[in-house]
């Protein structure tokens, strides 16, 4: 297997394991460790396809970022998903998710343009489904999870604004 399939395999199991990870949350509910497990077995193909990416200097301009990018996404909406379902994340949060998804790829007109708060707000979409898990875990009340979603979701709307202003200007 060359290493930019190797890199893509990676991406492509965190579909695989936001499908687990919603599976954990519907019928495992109970067993926190296998949750995080899933979780942070995501988290760690995601990092391992990105140091393949690196290290052998596949181009970020290929189908590959777009690959790795739109597994994330996934594995956040499957998880995010079954988080809804379970009423620990209000339903609208997947719609904000997902038109995130779409204005980033807008806004990338050749290969995919990162910026540093960008990143941030898509690390916070990355780890809600984890911290979610955790305060339902510790009986932690939902407003929590709801102030989260409030939070995030003016972050991803300043981030969306600021993204556009500097596409406009260049």
Known sequence: MNKRHLADTLSLSRIIFGILFAYGVFYLNSNLFVILVIYFLAVLSDVLD???????????????????????????????????????????FLIIITLKLIEFFKTSSEGLEYEKFGTLVALMFYALPCVIVLL????????????????????????????????RRN
């Open 50 to 92: 990105g140091r393949i990416a690196r290290r052998y200097k596949i181009d970020n301009k290929n189908n590959g970022a777009k690959v790795d990018v739109l597994s994330d996404f996934a594995f956040i909406i499957l998880s995010s998903f079954a988080l809804c379902y379970a009423n620990l994340l209000p339903f609208w």
């Open 136 to 167: 339902n875990f510790f009986k932690v009340s939902v407003t929590v999870n709801l102030m989260l979603c409030i939070f995030i979701t003016a972050c991803a709307i300043i981030s969306s604004g600021l993204r556009i202003i500097h596409k």
